[in-house]
């Protein structure tokens, strides 16, 4: 199956500063890539909608000035955790869109301190 | 109230035991299911997919669904101790909006020995 990666795999820093999180498809080109977060014992849910070579789309309740998303290529989409506060610590987990579903990655956990 | 639950669990079962999972859902509109297997600290992967309601069967892994009782259900037969995980169900209205299927919470699995 397709795979997708995430770098980091884990992320302690400190309030304050800025996180990126690189989501890349590693067999295939993805236009849309989805990037989720999941608190402990929650479900998945959708922060924003990457898609290539224009702006993310955000669901509601998500700041897109503080989560920043760039779409650069068909391969790469990154996520930066701007001024990072300790309510920002989650497990955040990326997806590329296949042709018949989405392959997810396998997460990057991140510890504001 | 959620679109889409799911009993957290835990659920244990012995080795070799048949595991049975559900979701009920709200929306009429979900044409699409699937199930998600996630270890701890990974991201999910796609175990099956479903349209249509009827059985669906892939190895020891066995999806349901029943649009009429808004019940999707997931079988796992013969049991083994690396079946332990988290399982997410997932449902969509469209293939258009992959992103956007609704997570069940998940249920976590455990088979022990």
Known sequence: GAVVSQHPSWVICKSGTSVKIECRSLDFQATTMFWYRQFPKQSLMLMATSNEGSKATYEQGVEKDKFLINHASLTLSTLTVTSAHPEDSSFYICSARGTETQYFGPGTRLLVL | ?113
Do not use: H
């Open chain 2, 1 to 113: 109230q959620k679109e889409v639950e799911q009993d957290p669990g835990p659920l244990s079962v012995p080795e070799g035991a048949i595991v049975s999972l559900n979701c009920t859902y709200s929306n009429s509109a979900f044409q699409y299911f699937m199930w998600y297997r996630q270890y701890s600290r990974k991201g999910p992967e796609l175990l099956m997919y479903t349209y249509s309601s009827g059985n669906k069967e892939d190895g020891r892994f066995t999806a349901q669904v029943d649009k009429s009782s808004k019940y999707i259900s997931l079988f796992i037969r013969d049991s083994q101790p690396s079946d332990s995980a988290t399982y997410l169900c997932a449902m969509g209205i469209s293939t258009d909006s992959w992103g956007k299927f609704q997570f069940g919470a998940g249920t976590q699995v455990v088979v022990t020995p």
